[in-house]
Protein backbone atom coordinates (compact mmCIF):
# COMPACT_ATOMS: atom_id res chain seq x y z
CA UNK A 1 0.00 0.00 0.00
CA UNK A 2 1.20 3.55 -1.17
CA UNK A 3 2.02 6.01 2.01
CA UNK A 4 -0.71 8.48 0.68
CA UNK A 5 -2.89 5.52 0.26
CA UNK A 6 -2.23 4.70 4.04
CA UNK A 7 -2.17 8.43 5.12
CA UNK A 8 -5.43 9.39 3.80
CA UNK A 9 -7.17 5.93 5.74
CA UNK A 10 -5.48 6.87 8.50
CA UNK A 11 -6.84 10.41 8.68
CA UNK A 12 -10.42 8.74 7.59
CA UNK A 13 -9.85 6.67 10.72
CA UNK A 14 -8.83 9.97 12.74
CA UNK A 15 -12.44 11.61 11.31
CA UNK A 16 -14.39 8.44 12.28
CA UNK A 17 -13.30 8.18 15.94
CA UNK A 18 -14.03 12.17 16.57
CA UNK A 19 -17.34 12.19 14.95
CA UNK A 20 -18.60 11.19 18.15
CA UNK A 21 -17.73 14.43 20.02
CA UNK A 22 -20.11 17.26 20.61
CA UNK A 23 -18.63 19.79 18.10
CA UNK A 24 -16.52 21.56 20.57
CA UNK A 25 -14.87 18.55 22.09
CA UNK A 26 -13.84 17.02 18.28
CA UNK A 27 -12.47 20.49 17.70
CA UNK A 28 -10.20 20.25 20.99
CA UNK A 29 -9.48 16.48 19.95
CA UNK A 30 -8.37 17.00 16.84
CA UNK A 31 -5.72 19.20 18.00
CA UNK A 32 -4.04 16.84 19.40
CA UNK A 33 -4.41 13.52 17.08
CA UNK A 34 -2.42 13.23 13.31
CA UNK A 35 -1.05 11.40 10.89
CA UNK A 36 2.68 11.91 9.96
CA UNK A 37 5.43 10.76 8.31
CA UNK A 38 9.23 11.16 7.75
CA UNK A 39 8.72 13.09 4.06
CA UNK A 40 8.05 16.72 4.29
CA UNK A 41 9.41 19.88 6.40
CA UNK A 42 5.98 19.79 8.50
CA UNK A 43 3.94 17.10 9.95
CA UNK A 44 1.83 16.19 12.92
CA UNK A 45 4.44 16.01 15.17
CA UNK A 46 5.33 19.38 14.42
CA UNK A 47 1.64 20.64 14.94
CA UNK A 48 0.67 18.34 17.60
CA UNK A 49 -0.98 20.61 20.34
CA UNK A 50 0.76 18.59 23.72
CA UNK A 51 1.24 19.52 27.20
CA UNK A 52 -2.24 21.12 27.67
CA UNK A 53 -5.64 20.51 30.33
CA UNK A 54 -7.23 17.11 29.32
CA UNK A 55 -10.70 17.23 27.95
CA UNK A 56 -13.19 17.30 30.95
CA UNK A 57 -15.53 14.44 31.56
CA UNK A 58 -12.96 11.69 28.98
CA UNK A 59 -11.14 9.46 30.65
CA UNK A 60 -7.05 10.21 30.65
CA UNK A 61 -4.77 8.20 30.91
CA UNK A 62 -2.60 10.08 32.51
CA UNK A 63 -0.78 10.22 35.90
CA UNK A 64 -0.20 13.13 38.13
CA UNK A 65 2.31 15.27 39.58
CA UNK A 66 2.71 13.40 42.92
CA UNK A 67 3.18 10.25 40.26
CA UNK A 68 6.04 12.29 38.08
CA UNK A 69 7.60 13.49 41.76
CA UNK A 70 7.32 10.36 43.59
CA UNK A 71 7.03 7.53 41.27
CA UNK A 72 9.86 8.80 38.74
CA UNK A 73 12.56 10.74 39.85
CA UNK A 74 12.92 10.69 43.73
CA UNK A 75 11.09 7.44 44.22
CA UNK A 76 13.70 5.52 42.99
CA UNK A 77 16.70 6.79 44.97
CA UNK A 78 17.43 3.99 47.15
CA UNK A 79 19.39 5.40 50.68
CA UNK A 80 16.26 7.62 51.35
CA UNK A 81 13.48 7.58 52.50
CA UNK A 82 10.36 9.04 50.39
CA UNK A 83 7.14 9.52 52.72
CA UNK A 84 4.07 10.65 51.40
CA UNK A 85 2.20 13.06 53.11
CA UNK A 86 -1.61 12.50 52.65
CA UNK A 87 -3.80 9.93 52.82
CA UNK A 88 -2.84 6.39 52.39
CA UNK A 89 -4.27 5.67 48.81
CA UNK A 90 -1.90 7.65 46.62
CA UNK A 91 1.28 6.14 48.80
CA UNK A 92 -0.04 2.59 48.67
CA UNK A 93 -0.44 3.14 44.91
CA UNK A 94 2.70 4.41 44.10
CA UNK A 95 5.11 1.84 46.23
CA UNK A 96 7.19 -0.60 44.20
CA UNK A 97 4.67 -0.34 41.04
CA UNK A 98 7.81 0.06 38.41
CA UNK A 99 10.36 -2.40 39.09
CA UNK A 100 13.10 0.02 39.69
CA UNK A 101 15.90 -2.71 41.01
CA UNK A 102 18.76 -1.56 43.74
CA UNK A 103 21.45 -3.33 45.73
CA UNK A 104 21.53 -3.22 49.47
CA UNK A 105 19.81 -4.32 52.32
CA UNK A 106 15.91 -3.51 52.07
CA UNK A 107 14.64 -1.90 55.90
CA UNK A 108 18.23 -1.60 56.67
CA UNK A 109 20.20 1.10 53.78
CA UNK A 110 17.68 0.92 51.08
CA UNK A 111 13.84 1.52 51.16
CA UNK A 112 12.63 1.90 47.49
CA UNK A 113 10.19 -1.18 48.38
CA UNK A 114 8.83 0.35 51.09
CA UNK A 115 5.76 1.87 51.79
CA UNK A 116 6.06 5.39 54.05
CA UNK A 117 2.85 7.35 54.59
CA UNK A 118 1.58 9.94 57.18
CA UNK A 119 -1.98 8.12 56.63
CA UNK A 120 -4.05 11.32 56.22
CA UNK A 121 -7.72 11.35 58.30
CA UNK A 122 -10.89 13.17 57.94
CA UNK A 123 -9.39 14.67 61.51
CA UNK A 124 -5.92 15.83 59.76
CA UNK A 125 -7.73 17.41 57.06
CA UNK A 126 -9.71 19.40 59.34
CA UNK A 127 -6.85 20.37 62.01
CA UNK A 128 -3.94 19.90 59.79
CA UNK A 129 -1.19 17.58 59.15
CA UNK A 130 2.23 19.65 60.16
CA UNK A 131 2.74 17.83 63.50
CA UNK A 132 1.95 14.43 62.07
CA UNK A 133 4.37 15.15 59.67
CA UNK A 134 7.29 16.10 62.36
CA UNK A 135 6.40 13.07 64.22
CA UNK A 136 6.82 11.14 60.97
CA UNK A 137 10.21 12.35 60.64
CA UNK A 138 11.52 11.73 63.91
CA UNK A 139 9.60 8.20 63.64
CA UNK A 140 11.82 7.59 60.83
CA UNK A 141 15.04 8.62 61.66
CA UNK A 142 14.90 6.20 64.83
CA UNK A 143 13.76 3.35 63.39
CA UNK A 144 15.71 3.57 60.24
CA UNK A 145 19.41 5.32 61.33
CA UNK A 146 21.31 4.28 58.21
CA UNK A 147 18.94 6.39 56.02
CA UNK A 148 20.49 9.12 53.83
CA UNK A 149 17.82 11.59 54.09
CA UNK A 150 13.77 12.08 53.25
CA UNK A 151 12.19 13.43 51.02
CA UNK A 152 8.54 14.60 51.73
CA UNK A 153 6.17 14.00 49.19
CA UNK A 154 2.93 16.11 49.25
CA UNK A 155 -0.48 14.47 47.82
CA UNK A 156 -3.89 16.63 47.04
CA UNK A 157 -4.63 17.12 49.98
CA UNK A 158 -1.68 19.08 51.62
CA UNK A 159 -2.03 22.06 48.95
CA UNK A 160 -5.66 22.41 49.52
CA UNK A 161 -5.38 22.27 53.52
CA UNK A 162 -2.18 24.74 53.20
CA UNK A 163 -0.01 22.33 55.30
CA UNK A 164 3.36 24.25 55.55
CA UNK A 165 5.63 20.85 54.80
CA UNK A 166 8.71 23.18 54.01
CA UNK A 167 8.78 24.60 57.46
CA UNK A 168 8.94 20.97 58.86
CA UNK A 169 11.51 19.93 56.54
CA UNK A 170 13.63 22.59 57.32
CA UNK A 171 13.09 22.25 61.38
CA UNK A 172 13.65 18.92 61.12
CA UNK A 173 16.80 19.14 59.06
CA UNK A 174 18.09 21.91 61.69
CA UNK A 175 17.48 19.81 64.66
CA UNK A 176 19.25 16.76 63.31
CA UNK A 177 21.59 17.73 60.99
CA UNK A 178 19.98 15.60 58.28
CA UNK A 179 18.96 15.99 54.86
CA UNK A 180 14.98 16.51 54.50
CA UNK A 181 13.73 18.16 51.47
CA UNK A 182 10.03 18.69 50.89
CA UNK A 183 9.12 18.48 47.43
CA UNK A 184 5.24 20.23 46.63
CA UNK A 185 3.86 17.88 43.75
CA UNK A 186 0.51 17.72 44.99
CA UNK A 187 -1.09 15.70 41.85
CA UNK A 188 -3.76 18.56 41.15
CA UNK A 189 -0.57 21.05 40.36
CA UNK A 190 0.01 21.77 36.20
CA UNK A 191 -1.19 19.54 33.62
CA UNK A 192 -0.07 16.18 34.36
CA UNK A 193 3.00 14.31 35.94
CA UNK A 194 5.45 16.19 33.64
CA UNK A 195 5.25 18.91 36.37
CA UNK A 196 6.09 16.48 38.82
CA UNK A 197 9.16 15.47 37.21
CA UNK A 198 10.08 19.42 36.97
CA UNK A 199 9.32 20.18 40.50
CA UNK A 200 11.59 17.09 40.90
CA UNK A 201 14.35 18.64 39.45
CA UNK A 202 14.26 21.52 40.59
CA UNK A 203 14.42 19.89 44.68
CA UNK A 204 17.53 18.20 43.41
CA UNK A 205 19.26 21.32 42.04
CA UNK A 206 18.26 23.21 45.35
CA UNK A 207 18.64 20.82 47.84
CA UNK A 208 21.28 18.28 47.24
CA UNK A 209 23.48 19.84 44.32
CA UNK A 210 24.75 22.25 46.94
CA UNK A 211 26.26 19.45 49.52
CA UNK A 212 29.86 19.04 48.56
CA UNK A 213 30.06 17.04 51.88
CA UNK A 214 31.22 14.56 49.10
CA UNK A 215 32.71 16.29 46.49
CA UNK A 216 36.24 17.25 48.36
CA UNK A 217 37.27 13.38 48.45
CA UNK A 218 36.24 12.77 45.03
CA UNK A 219 39.20 11.96 42.43
CA UNK A 220 38.12 12.64 39.14
CA UNK A 221 39.09 10.84 35.35
CA UNK A 222 38.78 12.10 32.01
CA UNK A 223 35.96 9.58 31.38
CA UNK A 224 33.39 9.97 34.17
CA UNK A 225 29.77 10.03 33.33
CA UNK A 226 26.48 10.23 34.37
CA UNK A 227 23.46 8.04 33.28
CA UNK A 228 20.48 10.53 33.79
CA UNK A 229 16.83 9.20 33.51
CA UNK A 230 17.44 5.60 33.49
CA UNK A 231 15.05 3.99 36.28
CA UNK A 232 16.75 0.84 36.45
CA UNK A 233 13.18 -1.01 35.30
CA UNK A 234 13.74 -4.58 35.40
CA UNK A 235 17.70 -3.90 35.44
CA UNK A 236 17.97 -1.48 32.21
CA UNK A 237 20.54 1.04 34.01
CA UNK A 238 23.24 -1.96 35.03
CA UNK A 239 22.60 -3.41 31.05
CA UNK A 240 23.57 0.58 30.45
CA UNK A 241 26.56 0.87 32.71
CA UNK A 242 27.92 -2.56 31.76
CA UNK A 243 28.53 -1.20 28.03
CA UNK A 244 29.35 2.03 28.92
CA UNK A 245 32.04 0.60 31.33
CA UNK A 246 32.89 -1.89 28.27
CA UNK A 247 33.55 0.99 26.36
CA UNK A 248 35.98 2.35 28.85
CA UNK A 249 33.97 5.32 30.39
CA UNK A 250 33.50 5.43 34.40
CA UNK A 251 29.90 5.90 35.36
CA UNK A 252 29.99 7.96 38.65
CA UNK A 253 26.21 8.24 39.31
CA UNK A 254 23.18 7.07 37.59
CA UNK A 255 20.12 9.03 38.09
CA UNK A 256 17.96 7.91 39.83
CA UNK A 257 17.18 3.53 39.17
CA UNK A 258 19.28 2.18 41.60
CA UNK A 259 20.70 5.87 42.85
CA UNK A 260 22.38 6.81 45.92
CA UNK A 261 22.26 10.40 47.80
CA UNK A 262 25.81 10.29 47.10
CA UNK A 263 25.92 9.74 43.39
CA UNK A 264 23.39 12.68 42.68
CA UNK A 265 25.45 14.97 44.67
CA UNK A 266 28.55 14.10 43.17
CA UNK A 267 27.21 14.42 39.76
CA UNK A 268 28.70 17.85 38.89
CA UNK A 269 31.81 16.28 38.57
CA UNK A 270 30.63 14.23 35.84
CA UNK A 271 32.46 15.24 32.24
CA UNK A 272 29.31 14.41 30.16
CA UNK A 273 25.83 13.85 31.20
CA UNK A 274 24.04 10.91 29.27
CA UNK A 275 19.99 11.49 29.40
CA UNK A 276 17.85 8.67 28.34
CA UNK A 277 14.17 10.24 29.75
CA UNK A 278 14.40 13.60 27.67
CA UNK A 279 11.40 14.61 29.38
CA UNK A 280 11.25 13.71 33.07
CA UNK A 281 15.54 14.98 33.26
CA UNK A 282 15.91 17.03 30.57
CA UNK A 283 15.41 20.00 33.26
CA UNK A 284 18.26 19.09 35.15
CA UNK A 285 20.71 18.04 32.58
CA UNK A 286 20.01 21.83 31.01
CA UNK A 287 20.85 23.05 34.76
CA UNK A 288 24.30 20.99 35.47
CA UNK A 289 25.42 22.51 31.52
CA UNK A 290 24.20 26.15 33.06
CA UNK A 291 25.76 25.81 35.88
CA UNK A 292 28.73 23.50 35.86
CA UNK A 293 29.60 23.73 32.51
CA UNK A 294 28.61 19.65 31.72
CA UNK A 295 27.30 18.76 28.21
CA UNK A 296 24.91 16.12 27.97
CA UNK A 297 23.79 14.06 25.30
CA UNK A 298 20.49 12.05 24.75
CA UNK A 299 21.30 8.38 23.82
CA UNK A 300 18.76 5.37 22.55
CA UNK A 301 19.37 1.73 24.24
CA UNK A 302 16.44 0.15 22.95
CA UNK A 303 17.29 -2.26 19.98
CA UNK A 304 20.83 -3.18 18.31
CA UNK A 305 20.67 -0.17 15.70
CA UNK A 306 19.59 2.30 18.14
CA UNK A 307 22.37 0.92 20.76
CA UNK A 308 25.05 1.21 18.12
CA UNK A 309 24.18 4.45 17.05
CA UNK A 310 24.49 6.06 20.40
CA UNK A 311 27.38 4.23 21.54
CA UNK A 312 29.24 5.73 18.26
CA UNK A 313 28.03 9.06 19.22
CA UNK A 314 29.00 8.62 22.57
CA UNK A 315 32.55 7.03 21.93
CA UNK A 316 32.69 10.56 19.40
CA UNK A 317 32.88 13.06 22.89
CA UNK A 318 36.21 10.88 24.38
CA UNK A 319 39.40 10.13 22.50
CA UNK A 320 40.50 7.30 20.34
CA UNK A 321 41.19 5.09 22.57
CA UNK A 322 37.43 5.14 23.69
CA UNK A 323 36.31 5.62 19.85
CA UNK A 324 38.48 2.10 19.29
CA UNK A 325 37.32 0.43 22.43
CA UNK A 326 33.58 0.88 21.15
CA UNK A 327 34.26 -0.56 17.65
CA UNK A 328 35.23 -3.43 19.62
CA UNK A 329 32.63 -4.01 21.83
CA UNK A 330 29.83 -3.07 18.55
CA UNK A 331 31.89 -6.16 17.04
CA UNK A 332 31.45 -8.26 19.97
CA UNK A 333 27.70 -7.88 20.56
CA UNK A 334 26.96 -7.82 16.70
CA UNK A 335 26.97 -11.78 16.07
CA UNK A 336 24.85 -12.40 18.88
CA UNK A 337 22.33 -9.66 17.80
CA UNK A 338 22.76 -10.92 14.38
CA UNK A 339 21.54 -14.18 15.72
CA UNK A 340 19.02 -12.88 17.85
CA UNK A 341 17.18 -11.38 14.70
CA UNK A 342 17.68 -14.37 12.49
CA UNK A 343 15.83 -16.39 15.29
CA UNK A 344 12.69 -14.18 15.79
CA UNK A 345 12.53 -11.98 12.73
CA UNK A 346 10.56 -15.11 10.87
CA UNK A 347 8.10 -15.31 13.28
CA UNK A 348 7.34 -11.68 14.01
CA UNK A 349 8.29 -9.53 10.48
CA UNK A 350 5.50 -8.16 9.06
CA UNK A 351 3.63 -7.68 12.54
CA UNK A 352 1.99 -4.45 12.87
CA UNK A 353 2.25 -2.26 16.66
CA UNK A 354 0.54 0.48 18.31
CA UNK A 355 2.00 2.35 21.25
CA UNK A 356 0.82 4.45 24.21
CA UNK A 357 3.03 5.20 27.24
CA UNK A 358 4.81 7.92 28.97
CA UNK A 359 8.83 9.30 29.39
CA UNK A 360 10.61 8.10 25.94
CA UNK A 361 9.27 5.30 25.25
CA UNK A 362 6.78 5.97 21.95
CA UNK A 363 9.73 7.04 20.54
CA UNK A 364 12.82 5.14 21.68
CA UNK A 365 11.53 1.60 20.83
CA UNK A 366 10.37 2.17 17.48
CA UNK A 367 13.93 1.17 16.64
CA UNK A 368 13.60 -2.10 18.39
CA UNK A 369 10.36 -3.17 16.83
CA UNK A 370 12.15 -2.23 13.52
CA UNK A 371 14.92 -4.12 14.27
CA UNK A 372 12.63 -7.40 14.23
CA UNK A 373 10.77 -6.40 11.05
CA UNK A 374 7.54 -4.92 12.74
CA UNK A 375 6.09 -1.98 12.05
CA UNK A 376 4.73 0.64 14.56
CA UNK A 377 1.51 2.30 12.95
CA UNK A 378 0.81 4.19 15.75
CA UNK A 379 2.10 6.08 18.80
CA UNK A 380 1.72 8.98 21.21
CA UNK A 381 2.43 9.89 24.80
CA UNK A 382 0.65 10.69 27.89
CA UNK A 383 2.21 13.81 28.57
CA UNK A 384 4.46 14.54 26.10
CA UNK A 385 5.56 18.55 25.33
CA UNK A 386 5.92 19.53 22.01
CA UNK A 387 10.00 19.18 21.45
CA UNK A 388 8.66 15.41 22.49
CA UNK A 389 6.83 14.71 19.38
CA UNK A 390 9.50 16.66 17.47
CA UNK A 391 11.99 13.79 18.14
CA UNK A 392 9.64 11.37 17.32
CA UNK A 393 9.42 12.19 13.80
CA UNK A 394 13.12 11.67 13.47
CA UNK A 395 12.49 8.03 14.33
CA UNK A 396 9.68 7.60 12.17
CA UNK A 397 9.90 5.34 9.14
CA UNK A 398 6.42 5.17 7.77
CA UNK A 399 3.10 6.95 7.66
CA UNK A 400 2.00 6.75 11.30
CA UNK A 401 -0.84 7.70 13.38
CA UNK A 402 -0.07 10.27 16.02
CA UNK A 403 -2.20 10.62 19.56
CA UNK A 404 -1.47 12.86 22.78
CA UNK A 405 -3.31 12.33 25.71
CA UNK A 406 -5.42 9.74 24.08
CA UNK A 407 -8.48 8.63 26.32
CA UNK A 408 -9.56 5.17 26.61
CA UNK A 409 -12.54 5.70 24.16
CA UNK A 410 -9.85 6.91 21.24
CA UNK A 411 -7.61 4.31 21.93
CA UNK A 412 -9.86 1.65 21.68
CA UNK A 413 -11.35 2.40 18.45
CA UNK A 414 -8.01 3.03 16.93
CA UNK A 415 -7.09 -0.01 18.07
CA UNK A 416 -10.50 -1.48 16.50
CA UNK A 417 -10.23 0.32 13.04
CA UNK A 418 -6.23 0.29 12.65
CA UNK A 419 -6.34 -3.34 13.84
CA UNK A 420 -2.54 -3.83 14.86
CA UNK A 421 -1.13 -7.15 15.60
CA UNK A 422 0.19 -6.20 19.08
CA UNK A 423 -0.58 -2.81 21.71
CA UNK A 424 1.99 -1.89 23.68
CA UNK A 425 0.63 0.65 26.16
CA UNK A 426 0.93 1.04 30.00
CA UNK A 427 -0.85 -1.11 32.92
CA UNK A 428 -3.89 0.96 32.91
CA UNK A 429 -4.58 -0.30 29.02
CA UNK A 430 -3.28 -4.05 29.64
CA UNK A 431 -6.31 -6.25 31.05
CA UNK A 432 -8.68 -4.28 28.08
CA UNK A 433 -6.93 -5.05 24.99
CA UNK A 434 -6.62 -8.59 26.55
CA UNK A 435 -9.87 -9.38 27.48
CA UNK A 436 -10.33 -8.16 23.30
CA UNK A 437 -8.67 -11.02 22.41
CA UNK A 438 -5.52 -9.04 21.53
CA UNK A 439 -1.95 -9.69 22.50
CA UNK A 440 -0.41 -7.03 24.69
CA UNK A 441 3.04 -6.02 26.32
CA UNK A 442 3.02 -3.59 29.52
CA UNK A 443 5.73 -1.14 28.70
CA UNK A 444 5.59 0.49 31.69
CA UNK A 445 7.76 -1.72 33.62
CA UNK A 446 8.23 -4.38 31.18
CA UNK A 447 5.15 -6.68 32.07
CA UNK A 448 7.63 -8.48 34.71
CA UNK A 449 10.61 -8.95 32.53
CA UNK A 450 13.21 -7.05 31.84
CA UNK A 451 15.46 -5.33 30.81
CA UNK A 452 15.17 -3.91 27.95
CA UNK A 453 18.25 -1.90 27.30
CA UNK A 454 21.69 -2.56 25.19
CA UNK A 455 22.18 -5.80 23.39
CA UNK A 456 21.77 -8.64 25.66
CA UNK A 457 18.61 -7.34 26.72
CA UNK A 458 17.72 -7.18 23.19
CA UNK A 459 17.31 -10.84 23.25
CA UNK A 460 14.97 -10.48 25.68
CA UNK A 461 12.81 -7.73 24.31
CA UNK A 462 12.75 -10.15 21.10
CA UNK A 463 11.86 -13.41 22.80
CA UNK A 464 8.96 -10.94 25.06
CA UNK A 465 7.09 -10.10 21.86
CA UNK A 466 7.00 -13.31 20.35
CA UNK A 467 5.88 -14.78 23.44
CA UNK A 468 3.22 -11.90 23.29
CA UNK A 469 1.84 -12.55 20.01
CA UNK A 470 2.35 -16.18 19.13
CA UNK A 471 1.58 -17.70 22.27
CA UNK A 472 -1.05 -20.76 21.74
CA UNK A 473 -3.85 -19.04 24.05
CA UNK A 474 -4.58 -16.50 21.80
CA UNK A 475 -6.28 -19.95 19.14
CA UNK A 476 -8.88 -19.76 21.91
CA UNK A 477 -10.06 -16.21 21.36
CA UNK A 478 -10.35 -13.77 18.98
CA UNK A 479 -10.10 -10.25 18.20
CA UNK A 480 -13.50 -7.87 17.91
CA UNK A 481 -12.77 -7.85 13.70
CA UNK A 482 -12.04 -11.44 13.79
CA UNK A 483 -15.55 -11.71 15.74
CA UNK A 484 -17.25 -9.80 13.07
CA UNK A 485 -16.11 -11.36 10.03
CA UNK A 486 -16.88 -15.04 10.93
CA UNK A 487 -20.48 -13.20 12.54
CA UNK A 488 -19.86 -14.62 16.19
Not at 212 to 221: A, G, L, Q, V
Not at 243 to 261: C, K, N, P, T
Not at 461 to 469: E, G, I, P, T, V
Request: hydrophobic share 35%; proline share 4%.
Amino acid sequence: MGEETLEAQQKQVIEEVLSAYPAKAAKNRAKHIGVDSPEGVKGSCDTTKSNKQSVPGVMSERGCAYAGSKGVVWGPIKDMIHISHGPIGCGQYSRGGRRNYYIGTTGVDTFVTMNFSTDFNEKDIVFGGDKKLKKALEEIDELFPLNNGISVQSECPIGLIGDDIQSVAKIHKKETGHQTVAVSCEGFRGVSQSLGHHIANDMIRDHVMPDNSYKKDFESTPYDVSIIGDYNIGGDAWATRILLEEIGLRVIAQWSGDASYKEMAIAPKSKLNLLHCYRSMNYISRHMEQEFGIPWMEYNFFGPSNTTESLRKIAAFFDEKVQKKTEEVIAKYTKMTDEVIAKYKPLLEGKKVMLYVGGLRPRHVIGAYEDLGMEVIGTGYEFAHGDDYKRTKEDLKRSTLIYDDVNEYELGQFVKKMRPDLVAAGVKEKYVFQKMGLPFRQMHSWDYSGPYHGYDAFAVFAKDMDLAMNSPVWNHTKAPWEKEEIGA
